[in-house]
């Protein structure tokens, strides 16, 4: 349910990101376990909307691994949603495995 996911993310950001020594670091989420992710096209505006108000100055990297092609469109129209909104400071990619991610997360592109 996306009231649960909304709120497993307000406990990572208040776990983690909150801590200042982690503010610049790059991030890997990954949902390749996650079951059944029932988001509209409102539920996603709003974890977008939500997720890019604990961005910070700092410009780093947002890597979501999924394991299926719905979980993939999903969280491409994250992505979109989220390069249209001009408070993001997140660069953002998708992958469908940790290795492409990692490597994506450590190049310097």
């Known amino acids: 349910d996306v009231g649960q996911f909304i ?3 307000l406990m990572y950001q208040k776990k983690v990101r909150n801590n200042q ?3 610049d670091y ?3 989420v990954n ?3 996650a079951r059944k992710l029932k988001f509209n096209l409102r539920d996603l ?3 977008v909307s ?3 108000s604990f961005d910070s100055d700092v410009c780093t990297k947002l890597a979501f691994i999924v394991n299926s092609r719905m979980a993939y469109g999903l969280a491409k129209g994250y992505g979109a949603l989220r390069k249209l909104n001009p408070k993001s400071r997140k660069e953002f990619n ?4 940790e290795i492409d991610a990692l490597k994506w997360i450590n190049s310097k592109e």
Do not use: P
């Open 21 to 23: 020594k982690l503010l």
């Open 45 to 47: 505006k709003q974890y």
């Open 26 to 28: 790059d991030e890997i």
């Open 7 to 9: 709120r497993a993310y």
């Open 31 to 33: 949902f390749s376990e």
């Open 94 to 97: 998708v992958f469908l495995n």
């Open 50 to 52: 939500l997720a890019v």
